[in-house]
């Protein structure tokens, strides 16, 4: 096993470990996906950095704001790798406010604001707007997969270069692509809001997450075909031999079977335990490609690089979307 992999899965577990410690009382599916953001940015959680993050969302949030929902675990570790957090959280809230000038309130667009918070003044407000423009594109095209979710994509799509007709041709073009395959509709508009921040052509782009599938069945693997197939699109769309990173993703899945957390009755299921193994097999190969760059930032990032981490940028907003959504169906008994 690639010794880089052995050690992210040893991370991801530790990570796991110091955030169930110091944020009590979340929903075990977040912290994973937590741990995961602390893999990606290189970084270890601190449990001081930790408790003042959730200090300052408590503080600078209401009792029943969006903040304080299942989006909160992955706003707080994000936020405790900011160098000012309270700086950060001030642009956050601030990109919330532009966004429900477009958008009603939800957990999502609280995801959102943190994509937002990017950029600033005039820029913040235009990208606001320019994201219900997309929105409003999407809707037209799947009105009835459309929803608050999507939020976090629009911006995403939003802070791109690409033209409107650009980025939604692309998108449209991948998802008929994709449905032909992968059959769940609102799971495949998910992987095409990740694969159009790509420029790659949309036939490359779903042939490689086809392929990345394919392998991993080949070899035994079980991945589930719904949305945890951002996951796997971000994957593919950096560079390299998808059959390795197949294998990859099952040796990294078979390192984290035996960890807390993973393993026995209440451990993630295999398919759940393939996702997580995808996320550190992407964070590998980011490290690899762009050992300068952050995944948690476009900020400085020259444009030759942008696309990709901006796509592995969704995919991680996708995963927290995705977790924190399963969340919230468990803990209303859906």
């Not at 970084?43 to 959730?54: C, G, H, M, V």
């Not at 799971?187 to 779903?206: C, G, I, N, Y």
């Not at 393939?274 to 990032?301: C, Q, R």
Request: with cysteine; proline share 3%.
């Amino acid at each position: 096993m690639n010794a880089k992999l052995q050690a992210l899965c040893e991370q991801m577990a530790e990570n796991r470990a110091v955030l169930r410690a110091a944020l009590r009382w979340e929903d075990d599916q977040l912290y994973p996906v937590g741990a995961n953001l602390f893999c990606a940015a290189g970084r270890t959680p601190d449990p001081e950095r930790l408790a003042a993050a959730r200090a300052l969302v408590k503080a600078e949030t209401g009792l029943f704001s969006n903040f304080r929902g299942h989006v909160r675990l992955p706003l707080i570790c994000m936020l405790s790798m900011e160098e000012d957090p309270a700086d950060r959280m001030r642009r956050i809230r601030e990109a919330y406010r532009a966004l429900k000038g477009y958008f009603y309130s939800s957990d999502y667009l609280a995801l959102a604001a943190f994509s937002l918070s990017e950029r600033t003044g005039n820029a913040m407000d235009a990208a606001a707007e320019r994201s219900r423009v997309l929105y409003d594109r999407m809707k037209r095209e799947h009105r009835f997969l459309t929803g608050s979710e999507d939020s976090v994509f629009a911006v995403l799509l939003a802070l791109s270069d690409r033209s409107d007709d650009a980025l939604t041709e692309d998108a449209e073009a991948c998802y008929e692509r994709l449905k032909l395959r992968f059959r769940d509709s609102n799971s495949m508009q998910t992987v095409s809001h990740v694969l159009a921040l790509d420029r790659r052509s949309p036939k490359e782009k779903t042939e490689r997450v086809a392929d990345l599938y394919d392998e991993l069945v080949r070899l035994g693997g079980k991945y589930s075909r719904c949305r945890e197939m951002a996951v796997l699109a971000a994957l593919a769309l950096t560079d390299g031999d998808v059959r390795p990173m197949a294998a990859e993703i099952l040796e990294a899945s078979d390192c984290l079977r035996p960890c807390k957390g993973w393993n026995g009755i209440f451990g993630f299921p295999a398919r759940t335990r393939a996702m997580h193994a995808a996320m550190l097999v992407t964070d590998l190969h980011m490290a690899e490609a762009f050992p300068a760059a952050s995944v948690a930032s476009l900020t400085g990032v020259a444009a030759a690089e942008q696309t990709v981490l901006a796509a592995v940028l969704a995919a991680q907003m996708a995963t927290c979307a995705i977790v924190a959504a399963s969340a919230s169906s468990s803990s209303s008994g859906a």
